[in-house]
């Protein structure tokens, strides 16, 4: 095992990295901070012939920097890494073509990698001593290493079409959202998350997307405070401020228009629930019940007579034979398990499709999003499913804006669009 500390040996690997496919198992001064929040200590890298440290802040060796580590990683020998998402946070610069061993482990076995196990019977005894902040710095460098390279095993190189779109595409992206961060009154959110205090980087926290889910649908829990079900009405939110004001567009009816889409059924233009309302002969707000009961729950014969029930109905018997046929979910971009649905049946695998298709659809959106905010000062800060909150700022072109509506009605998905100075008044 070699510590590369000298631009000799820097170089040594940098030559070997260009031809030999390696593994790469990072960790960080504090993991329980976003790695926006803290440093690379070092990473362990193991090619087909050698094993390597790289440190960056690790006490026990000399520092490289940031730009000689990434000039490592963006060689062209094939490379998988651990935990791609956040070495993309940590490393702005890295060339594409990284392939992540959480998103090959994941599709292989339906589980995720625990990255704390390894290390816990070194962290423990300082937890004891009373040590919280950045323990892995008081761990000696080659113990870590040695802790962390059975991990190595872990690693699997099985691509598909499934495994591309995680790692070309969706986690990238997530990653991307990520950067942003969100600005907060520190006082009002320590008091409301105490547990988070070591969250905040001054006055801005960021939030951590997992895409490893059963659908793909992200969960948004970090330090503590859950992103994705942040309380609208206890004052949850009031802690979350703009630097210019915040815009959220949420979408209007989005999932029965998604199952249009995916059904093949022309939806109209106005008003859906509405349009639904006046079928059943009830009130909007009753019909947004029976709407979401169908939906989700199956749908009775009796509202087989109107006819984008009737479509949708027969998509799910359809649909529950050719995944129970070839025991996979098909979706636009993905093979889900079947066997990682708990207790299949029609309507719970129509679930979630709904759910895997709604986050691949938004994913396409947020791409486009991304692409066309920059430069502009315009922040993406947070998504949840149906919702996009923006930080804009306050003389932000009309027109700017206007074409972001654009981009995400496009398909015929309509938004309503909120503003206000914080989350909470929205």
Same mark, same amino acid.
């Given at each position: 095992m070699r510590i590369v500390e000298s631009i000799d040996e820097l170089n040594e690997l940098k030559v070997k990295l260009e031809i030999e496919p390696s593994i790469w198992y990072p960790l960080w001064v504090d993991n329980d901070k976003h790695p926006l929040n803290t440093t690379i200590s070092f990473i362990f890298v193991r090619t087909l012939s050698d094993r390597y440290i790289v440190s960056q802040q690790h006490t026990d060796a000399v520092s490289l920097s940031n730009e000689q580590i990434a000039g490592l990683l963006n060689t062209a020998g094939d490379k998988? +890494?651990?935990? *791609? *998402? *956040?070495?993309l946070q940590s490393f702005v610069t890295l060339r594409e073509g990284l392939n992540d061993v959480d998103t090959a482990y994941f599709l292989k076995t339906g589980e995720t990698i625990d990255y704390s196990q390894p290390l816990q019977h070194l962290v423990a005894p300082l937890l004891h001593k009373g040590y919280r902040e950045d323990i892995i710095q008081s761990i000696p460098i080659l113990k870590l290493a040695e802790a962390v390279e059975p991990e190595l095993l872990k690693h699997t190189n099985q691509k598909s079409k499934t495994y591309n779109w995680y790692n070309d595409i969706f986690l990238p992206t997530l990653s991307e959202i990520e950067q942003f961060g969100i600005r907060v009154v520190g006082e009002k959110f320590v008091d409301r998350w105490p547990q988070a205090i070591k969250q905040l980087k001054g006055d801005v926290v960021y939030t951590e997307y997992n895409p490893f889910t059963v659908t793909g649908r992200p969960s948004n829990r970090h330090g503590g405070v859950n992103y994705a079900a942040l309380n609208k009405s206890d004052g949850s939110r009031d802690c979350f401020i703009a630097d210019g004001i915040f815009l959220q567009m949420d979408y209007n009816a989005y999932h029965p228009r998604l199952i249009g889409k995916l059904v093949g059924y022309q939806m109209p233009d106005g008003n859906v629930h509405q349009w639904l309302a006046d079928q059943y002969?009830?009130?909007?707000?009753?019909? *947004?019940g029976v709407t979401f009961r169908l939906l989700y729950g199956g749908i009775d014969d009796e509202f087989r007579q109107i006819p984008y029930f009737d479509k949708v109905a027969d998509f799910i018997d359809r649909f529950w034979d050719d995944? +129970?046929?070839c025991d996979y979910i098909r979706t636009p971009n993905r093979l889900i398990p079947l066997s990682w649905v708990e207790q299949p049946n029609p309507q719970k695998v129509f679930n979630y499709l709904l759910q895997a298709f709604e986050t691949e659809v938004n994913i396409e959106k947020i791409r486009k999003v991304l692409e066309y905010i920059k430069g502009t000062g315009i922040s993406l800060n947070l998504y949840t499913y149906d919702s996009f909150l923006f930080d804009v700022p306050t003389d932000v072109d009309k027109e700017l804006i206007r074409g972001l509506k654009g981009i995400l009605e496009d398909g015929g998905f309509p938004i309503k669009a909120s503003w206000g100075k914080t989350y909470g008044n929205l």
């Open positions: 998988w +890494v651990f935990q *791609k *998402k *956040k070495l002969g009830c009130g909007i707000d009753e019909a *947004k995944s +129970v046929e």
